[in-house]
């Protein structure tokens, strides 16, 4: 579990940590501290998202799960940094409405868990995972991640790569219209 550290401020030293530190706390309804918040903030990368620890690299899990964080936090859908972060989610997007993990290397090809957190931002700013705004070509996230569901009703990570747990689990909130904190 994440304990908040008055010495560091925050949850963790780590973006990703302290994202879930504050949806955890948010869950529960204690009070998150706005150094939290702040130490989130600060951790913005100049592209809009967020990457998991310092050096690693921005990328659409970590910033979906932030944008969530924010707004769980009491940040409002217009504040830059969840703009920008929606922002680096869009441009994450690709031909087939899914999203890729990381935007800067988009042959790589979207997958279920990146879909699904970004759609679970989506959610929470409010927008809509099936709506124009996030359609390419009428391909939206919401489309491309129920394309991926199996006939037993587990999810593919990606195309013909078989069932997968993570995937699955990743895909079921996100459908059932679920942002984090779940209420």
């Known amino acids: 579990s994440f304990y908040y ?20 706390a948010a869950a529960v309804s204690e009070t998150v ?23 690693f690299g921005t ?17 409002p859908v217009s504040v830059t940094a969840v703009v920008d972060a929606l922002a680096f989610l869009k441009s994450a997007q690709v031909e087939t409405g899914g999203i ?10 979207a997958d279920a868990n990146s ?19 996030w359609a390419v070509d009428g391909l939206t996230p ?14 593919e990570w990606q195309a013909n790569t078989g069932s997968n747990l993570l995937a699955t689990a990743q895909a079921v909130p996100a459908l059932l219209g679920q942002s984090y904190p779940a209420t």
Request: proline share 5%; hydrophobic share 45%; net charge negative.
């Open 5 to 24: 550290s008055d010495t560091l401020g925050a949850y963790s030293p780590d973006s990703g940590f302290n994202a879930w530190g504050i949806l955890g």
């Open 142 to 155: 919401l489309r491309f991640l129920l394309g991926l569901q199996l006939a037993d009703g587990s999810f």
């Open 115 to 133: 879909t699904a957190y970004a759609i679970q931002a989506i959610l929470a700013a409010g927008g809509d995972p099936a709506g124009a705004a």
């Open 59 to 75: 990328d659409t899990n970590t910033t979906a799960v932030a944008i969530q964080a924010l707004i769980a936090a009491g940040q």
């Open 33 to 55: 501290p706005a150094s939290a918040v702040d130490a989130l903030l600060a951790q913005q990368q100049e592209d809009g998202g967020w990457e998991w620890q310092a050096g």
């Open 100 to 109: 890729v993990y990381d935007p800067k290397t988009p042959e790589y090809g």
